[in-house]
T-cell receptor, first 115, second 109 residues
Framework: ETGVTQTPRHLVMGMTNKKSLKCEQHLGHNAMYWYKQSAKKPLELMFVYSLEERVENNSVPSRFSPECPNSSHLFLHLHTLQPEDSALYLC??????????????FGPGTRLTVL | EDQVTQSPEALRLQEGESSSLNCSYTVSGLRGLFWYRQDPGKGPEFLFTLYSAGEEKEKERLKATLTKKESFLHITAPKPEDSATYLCAVQAAGNQFYFGTGTSLTVIP
């Protein structure tokens, strides 16, 4: 067990639905990340938070909205998604960001299917 | 352009047949190179962090090495439970992270 949990593990939603993905880390880390993993593609970094402040947003569509209320919790709010958004969404955390080398520890992921 | 390339894309080995996976990278200012193992439907599991050329790390049947252009993950006498996708990632200066597409390893009993 990596110390990073994600819920739900599976999610099926329609294009007009609103849902949220939750991530919690129990490692005492200060940085958290959202990634999208699609088949045959490298992991795509979506958002990075360091000490609850967003430090990176890699041109992600506005239908994805992150929230980091504290250093242990990270949410990804979803609305009016498209079928091509179907993927495995991974949360990760690292001790810090930018202090030295930041080894990331991943959660189990949420398998999202958009109908 | 910063990028990470892993090869081969897929590898089938007989149990006990040692081999190596390759991760080549071109990034500006390497801060660290990471190896992960990912089982189907699960998140990547951390294996190693390598910081500088010449560094080596070992864990059970796995050994990771690093040069200025590439990293190798050597698997000695693999077992069926080593079957997984192995991911390589690098952290560049500026805190950018780049992942490869992975090598899918199958170890046949």
């Amino acid at each position: 067990e990596t110390g990073v949990t994600q819920t739900p593990r599976h999610l099926v939603m329609g294009m007009t639905n609103k849902k949220s993905l939750k991530c919690e880390q129990h490692l005492g880390h200060n940085a958290m990340y959202w990634y999208k993993q699609s088949a045959k593609k490298p992991l795509e970094l979506m958002f990075v938070y360091s000490l609850e402040e967003r430090v990176e947003n890699n041109s992600v569509p506005s239908r994805f909205s992150p929230e980091c209320p504290n250093s242990s919790h990270l949410f990804l709010h979803l609305h009016t998604l498209q079928p091509e958004d179907s993927a495995l969404y991974l949360c990760a955390s690292s001790q810090d960001l930018g202090v030295s080398t930041d080894t990331q520890y991943f959660g189990p992921g949420t398998r999202l299917t958009v109908l | 352009e910063d990028q990470v390339t892993q090869s081969p894309e897929a590898l089938r080995l007989q149990e006990g047949e040692s081999s190596s996976l390759n991760c080549s990278y071109t990034v500006s200012g390497l801060r660290g190179l990471f190896w992960y193992r990912q089982d189907p439907g699960k998140g990547p599991e951390f294996l190693f962090t390598l910081y500088s050329a010449g560094e080596e790390k070992e864990k059970e049947r796995l050994k990771a090495t690093l040069t200025k252009k590439e990293s190798f993950l050597h698997i000695t006498a693999p077992k069926p439970e080593d079957s997984a996708t192995y991911l390589c990632a690098v952290q560049a200066a500026g805190n950018q992270f780049y992942f490869g597409t992975g090598t899918s390893l199958t170890v046949i009993p």
